[in-house]
């Protein structure tokens, strides 16, 4: 199992990124896929959710409306769109992979499996 993170950057306040987040050998779209984000000093948190069984999505109330995840299955990837971004998004961010119907939100223990990472800083 091997998930892949992208897209990370820098970016000042009201930016956009998009971070990809790819899977090399199983099917994203069957899984549970969260985003999770770690700032400096802070617990891993998560921060979106798709859950590919019924589609039902979930977004931290701190991201709701600038954030969305989304799934492109012919490209076996699970993105995250990030708009107007502000300095507290600054963070690393990780993709993982849950079960098959896992609930969203559910807790980083449930996730098995995790990409490596990709760097967001936001300036102001």
């Known amino acids: 199992v091997q998930l892949q993170a992208s897209g990370g950057g820098s970016v000042q306040s009201g930016g956009s990124l998009r971070l990809s987040c790819t899977a090399s050998?199983?099917?994203?779209?069957?899984?549970?896929i969260a985003w999770f984000r770690q700032g400096p000093g802070k617990e891993r948190d998560g921060v979106a959710c798709?859950?590919?069984?019924?589609?039902?999505?979930y977004y931290e109330d701190s991201v709701k409306g600038r954030f969305t995840i989304s799934t492109d299955s012919a490209k076996n990837t699970v993105y995250l769109q990030m708009d107007s971004l502000k300095p507290e998004d600054t963070a690393v961010y990780y993709c993982a992979r849950g079960e098959h119907g896992l609930e969203c939100p559910s807790r980083a223990a449930d996730f098995d499996s995790w990409g490596q990472g990709t760097q967001v800083t936001v300036s102001s």
């Open positions: 050998r199983f099917t994203m779209p069957y899984y549970t």
């Open positions: 798709i859950n590919h069984r019924d589609g039902s999505t």
